[in-house]
Nanobody
Framework: QVELVESGGGSVQAGGSLRLSCVASGYTYSRNYVAWFRQAPGKAREGVATIHPATDSAYYADPAKGRFTISRDNDKHTVYLQMNSLKAEDTAMYYC?????????????????WGQGTQVTVSS
C-alpha cells in the first residue's frame, strides 16, 4: 500500500520559515520524481517544486524560485521542502505527490500518488 505522509506545516509570520517533510512508503521511491504542490482556497492546485530521488535533479515553479529548496534523504525515503521568506500568498494546503508519469512536471495529473496534505498559514 502506497503512503505519502506530509508533516511540518503550521502558522508563521511573513518572512519566517518552515520545513515540510514527505515520507514515502509502499512503492519504489527512487524510481521517479516526487513533487510538492499547493492549493489555496478557491484556487487550482499548483506545482511548487519537484525532485528525482535518484539523480537529485530538481525543478522549481516561479513562485518558489529563490525562496524554497527541495531536497531528499533516500535512506529515510523522505523529501523535504524548505521554505524561507514566506509570504501571505504562500498560505495553502501543501501536498506531496509521487511517481511522475512523464510530461509537464507541475501538471497534477502526471502524479499517481498523493498525500493528505499539511496546512501552511502565513500571516502578514
Amino acid at each position: 500500500q502506497v503512503e505519502l505522509v506530509e508533516s511540518g506545516g503550521g502558522s508563521v509570520q511573513a518572512g519566517g520559515s518552515l520545513r515540510l517533510s514527505c515520507v514515502a512508503s509502499g512503492y519504489t521511491y527512487s524510481r521517479n520524481y516526487v513533487a510538492w504542490f499547493r492549493q489555496a482556497p478557491g484556487k487550482a492546485r499548483e506545482g511548487v517544486a519537484t525532485i528525482h530521488p535518484a539523480t537529485d535533479s530538481a525543478y522549481y515553479a516561479d513562485p518558489a524560485k529563490g525562496r524554497f529548496t527541495i531536497s531528499r534523504d533516500n535512506d529515510k525515503h523522505t523529501v523535504y521542502l524548505q521554505m524561507n521568506s514566506l509570504k501571505a500568498e504562500d498560505t495553502a494546503m501543501y501536498y506531496c505527490a509521487a511517481d511522475w508519469s512523464g510530461g509537464p512536471f507541475f501538471d497534477p495529473a502526471r502524479y499517481q500518488y498523493w498525500g493528505q496534505g499539511t496546512q501552511v498559514t502565513v500571516s502578514s
